[in-house]
């Protein structure tokens, strides 16, 4: 276990050790040990490694939702909604909001990155809702914003799923329309 534990450690896990390796962090005792044991060995360097903490969150978010979503639960979060499909790219071409990002089928740990070309002139709206049309967030943007970031916290509502994103004006005309994931991983 110690071997299997320092090779994902170091990204050198091949594809049956993985498989190994995610079967035995489905053990609730296995994954608190080597949550733990990733506190302990980043303690003791020197650095200090944002890479640790993408670690941590990859064992803290994937494994974790493994554990408390059925497949089912998965499939349904998970699921299009086919009229936002169709026009990802029509609306986004045709806006006068140049994207850069976020790029779309994104998989998000922890939050969102906007950013654009160049700014608009007018306040635009940000509305996020989840693959049921639930709306988790409505947020004005300033004129002359080129780049802002949002938090995706499971507080408020952020499940692994599969959400969209609109940037509209005043008037709730859609500019541009985005996908995102959170646990994408979840559904291999």
Request: aromatic share 14%; net charge negative.
């Amino acid at each position: 276990m110690n071997e299997l534990f320092d090779k994902f450690l170091n990204e050198k896990l091949n594809e049956a050790d993985r498989k190994e390796f995610e079967t035995l962090l489905k053990n609730p005792e296995f994954l608190e040990t080597t949550y733990f044991n990733l506190l302990l060995k980043q303690s003791f360097l020197e650095d200090d490694s944002l890479h640790f903490l993408k670690i941590l969150k990859e064992v803290e978010q994937l494994y974790y939702y493994q554990e408390t979503y059925t497949l089912e639960e998965l499939i349904a979060y998970f699921a299009p909604i086919q009229e936002y499909e169709q026009n990802l790219s029509a609306i986004s071409r045709s806006s006068d909001v140049q994207i850069i990002r976020p790029e779309n089928f994104i998989n998000c740990v922890k939050d969102l990155q906007f950013e654009w070309k160049t700014p608009s002139t007018i306040p635009l709206l940000l509305i996020i809702e989840n693959n049921e049309y639930d709306v988790l967030l409505r947020k004005e943007i300033p004129p002359q914003t080129l780049s802002f970031g949002i938090q995706l916290s499971a507080q408020k509502g952020f499940k692994p799923g599969r959400y969209y994103w609109k940037l509209a004006s005043k008037r709730h005309q859609v500019s541009a329309l985005g996908v995102f994931f959170i646990g994408k991983d979840l559904m291999k």
